[in-house]
């Protein structure tokens, strides 16, 4: 049985209302940051600790000259090739049987690997617990067979769940009746997201949204050539060390001299 | 202790040698607990992965100030190659892969303990760097953190495999070998067998210091 689902966020219908944002920290008990005002509504500036997802605003100017206002619900987009997943020394992160990633704090020790290695920038400590923290994609309302708490919040359906074929023949509909530069953007890289959008512009038009993302290659060597490396390379020389002895044999000491006073009799 | 042994190592030197060894080994033995989660089930000897990441991180800090010893002890005996002889020696491979006529004579360090001393070196300071920055990554870019992950991986590769050669030779490869590292004291045999030129060159600077003559005569 295929139980992997995808939440499909079409930016057309978002508002920026919000709701997403704080049915999030409702449901997972996040508080909230005192933050500053930076001549934007997007607050908290970025994605948190305790701010699993975020609606970022954008102005741009479009061909004709006019402001455009662009909101974007960022988050977590639970990637099938997860670079947080493949880097975790202790696999405290993992792929759940929704093809979400989500977070056993209890293995997590803090190490911030996956920091980096995230294309999108996602996961963050909790300096107070060490631990990382993400968005889970409300695995335990999943398991319940409850939509995430942003899913349920939204109020124009612009954040929805289901099964994979049926959300990305919903977002391929969708672009195709929004036309110009809509775009579905999730199905092309990282072998698919579990989270996927309805663009109406270009991926590079948003900020912090990497148009190509992908598993570093730093990963790629580090963890499909160097981890094994190390094991092959000890194994052959553990190997070659043996061979060496059974076949050309030990250097040997010729003479074993240690008469008095040192001389060579 | 037999007379007529010869003096190898000085007690700090040996001192040294065994810090940054065993600490090398904790390090590459909770590095491998974190890169291969198999073996995550050594973090449980600890009391857990998060303890282990600890001790990894201090056990780090002790390697890095036993290396600095190191390097400032060793690096002119071991950290320069002398040419054309040890080219000679290379391209033997020592003398211990295939039969070799004429062998050059081999001083306090032949070049393969060189290599060894310059690969733990080298990749020493890199593991001691990268993992710094890995522990302490505020203000680095997401590229940089990257490239240190790669490298501390790299430095595990060479230095695990270079230490299993390390511990080949001192124990049955090259048998009276591990004593300098452990009383200081080796055979005569052993030296002219090794490092023949070394005890040449210690006899004509009359720094040769052999057990039950001079100030060791009981």
């Not at chain 1, 020389?237 to 030990?250: D, E, K, M, N, R």
């Not at chain 2, 600490?23 to 590095?31: A, K, N, Q």
């Not at chain 2, 071991?78 to 892969?97: H, K, N, R, T, V």
Request: charged share 20%.
């Amino acid at each position: 049985m295929n139980k992997q689902l995808i939440k499909l966020i079409d930016l057309s219908r978002c508002t920026a209302c919000r709701g997403c944002q704080v049915a999030c920290k409702q449901w997972n008990e996040q508080p909230a940051s005192i933050t500053h005002n930076f001549g934007s509504y997007q607050n908290p500036p970025d994605l948190e600790w305790n701010t699993w997802t975020l609606i970022r605003f954008q102005e741009i100017e479009d061909a004709a000259g006019k402001v455009k206002w662009l909101f974007r619900k960022d988050g977590c987009m639970h990637c099938t090739d997860a670079a947080c997943v493949r880097v975790c020394p202790t696999e405290a992160l993992y792929h759940t049987e929704f093809g979400n990633v989500a977070i056993n704090t209890d293995k997590c020790i803090g190490c911030k690997a996956c920091i980096p290695a995230c294309p999108f920038g996602v996961p963050k400590l909790n300096p107070a617990t060490n631990r990382i923290s993400k968005c889970d994609l409300c695995y335990t309302r999943l398991q319940a067979n409850q939509p995430p708490a942003c899913v349920l919040s939204c109020p124009t359906g612009a954040i929805t769940i289901g099964d994979v074929d049926t959300m990305l023949a919903k977002a391929n509909k969708r672009v195709k009746e929004l036309g110009g530069d809509a775009n579905v953007y999730g199905d092309k890289f990282v072998d698919g997201t579990h989270v996927l959008y309805v663009l109406t512009e270009k991926p590079e038009v948003y900020e912090h949204l990497p148009a190509a993302p992908k598993v570093a290659d730093s990963i790629l060597v580090w963890k499909d050539v160097l981890k094994p490396a190390g094991l092959i390379a000890a194994g052959a020389v553990v190997a070659g060390a043996f061979l060496h002895y059974i076949t050309h044999g030990p250097k040997t000491p010729q003479e074993e001299s240690t008469c008095e006073g040192g001389k060579n009799s | 202790m037999k007379k007529g042994m010869i003096k190898a190592t000085g007690p700090f030197e040996r001192v040294v040698h065994w810090c940054v060894a065993l600490s090398c080994l904790f390090l590459c033995i909770t590095g491998m607990a974190m890169m291969y989660h198999s073996l995550n089930v050594i973090g449980t000897l600890v009391g857990g992965m998060e303890n282990l990441k600890v001790l990894h991180n201090y056990c780090g800090i002790f390697f890095a100030v036993s290396l600095l010893f190191t390097i400032l002890m060793w690096w002119r005996e071991a950290g320069l190659f002398s040419f054309p002889e040890d080219m000679q020696w290379i391209m033997a491979a020592g003398g211990y892969l295939w039969k070799v006529e004429k062998m050059p004579e081999v001083g306090k360090y032949n070049p393969g303990q060189k290599m060894f001393f310059l690969a733990v070196a080298i990749f020493g300071i890199v593991m001691v760097a990268s993992g710094l920055i890995i522990w302490f990554p505020d203000g680095y870019t997401v590229d940089t953190l990257r490239l240190m992950y790669v490298l501390h991986a790299l430095g595990f590769v060479v230095i695990f495999a270079f230490f299993f050669v390390h511990l080949y030779l001192v124990t049955i490869g090259a048998p009276g070998s591990a004593p300098a590292m452990f009383t200081g004291w080796v055979t005569r045999g052993w030296v002219k067998t090794q490092h023949p030129k070394w005890l040449k060159e210690m006899e004509k600077d009359g720094t040769l210091i052999v057990y039950g003559e001079g100030k060791y005569r009981k």
